[in-house]
């Protein structure tokens, strides 16, 4: 369904699986990344992230990697002048998740017939989060917006997704945007792979 998506979307969509094991279509890198950078990456070359190659603090929460809540707060409250309280309060809302061992992005159309995503990220333009929502409104599906400016591509994208199976809509962090390729006139959406399907028939 890779093809398919990048053909509503445009060409920055990448498909994920976690757990998956690795072939020769994957690279794993050998330096430590962000991952919003992998997804930017992903969107060209299939790659793993794991334990030893994920370094983004936030990321590694979301993930399950670490368990660094009270240091990310005060590293986050202090870099970016938002009260301790509001980010303590955010991640109560932000899903952790656990038992990921690897994270394939960037599935190839050939790799989606062997085996199955789990879901989708996709960086799209606002006014397609327009017709999207007008779209899943006719169908009674609700996407999760979650309204904070911080872990975007990695928790309120990425774990918000895997693990309540939503569409989540997210309109990016400052790490993303640095780092993760997110353009000026982008957002990012998070397709679970249950939804895929139906969107790419109610959109085409």
Same mark, same amino acid.
């Given at each position: 369904?890779?093809?398919?998506?990048?053909?509503?979307?445009?060409? *920055?969509?990448?498909?994920?699986?976690? !757990?998956?094991?690795?072939?020769?279509?994957?690279?794993?890198?050998? *330096?430590?990344?962000?991952?919003?950078?992998?997804?930017?990456?992903?969107?060209?070359?299939?790659?793993?992230?794991?334990?030893?190659?994920?370094? +983004?603090?936030?990321?590694?929460?979301?993930? #399950?990697?670490?368990?660094?809540?009270?240091?990310?707060?005060?590293?986050?409250?202090?870099? @970016?002048?938002?009260?301790?309280?509001?980010?303590?309060?955010?991640?109560? !809302?932000?899903?952790?998740? %656990? @038992?990921? !061992?690897?994270?394939?992005?960037?599935?190839?159309?050939?790799?989606?017939?062997?085996?199955?995503?789990?879901?989708?990220?996709?960086?799209?333009?606002?006014?397609?989060?327009?017709?999207?929502?007008?779209?899943?409104?006719?169908?009674?599906?609700?996407?999760?917006?979650?309204?904070?400016?911080?872990? %975007?591509? +990695? #928790?309120?994208?990425? %774990? !918000? +997704?895997?693990?309540? *199976? @939503?569409?989540?809509? %997210?309109?990016? +962090?400052?790490?993303?945007?640095?780092? #993760?390729?997110?353009?000026?006139?982008?957002?990012?959406?998070?397709?679970?792979?249950?939804?895929?399907?139906?969107?790419?028939?109610?959109?085409?």
């Amino acid at each position: 369904m890779i093809t398919q998506l990048k053909h509503i979307f445009g060409a *920055k969509c990448s498909a994920i699986k976690v !757990n998956a094991g690795v072939t020769e279509f994957v690279n794993v890198p050998t *330096k430590q990344m962000k991952f919003c950078e992998a997804v930017s990456h992903s969107f060209n070359i299939p790659l793993q992230l794991d334990n030893t190659n994920l370094g +983004c603090p936030g990321a590694r929460r979301c993930i #399950g990697f670490d368990d660094n809540e009270k240091q990310l707060a005060k590293t986050i409250s202090e870099n @970016n002048k938002i009260p301790h309280r509001f980010i303590e309060g955010a991640f109560h !809302n932000i899903p952790r998740i %656990s @038992n990921i !061992n690897t994270i394939v992005l960037g599935m190839t159309e050939f790799m989606e017939q062997e085996m199955q995503p789990d879901m989708y990220i996709v960086y799209v333009e606002p006014y397609a989060i327009t017709t999207i929502m007008h779209t899943l409104a006719r169908h009674a599906v609700i996407p999760s917006m979650p309204p904070y400016s911080l872990l %975007s591509v +990695c #928790g309120n994208i990425f %774990s !918000n +997704c895997y693990l309540n *199976k @939503n569409l989540s809509i %997210s309109f990016g +962090c400052p790490e993303s945007r640095r780092y #993760g390729g997110i353009e000026r006139e982008e957002v990012v959406m998070g397709i679970p792979y249950t939804l895929t399907a139906e969107l790419i028939r109610i959109l085409q």
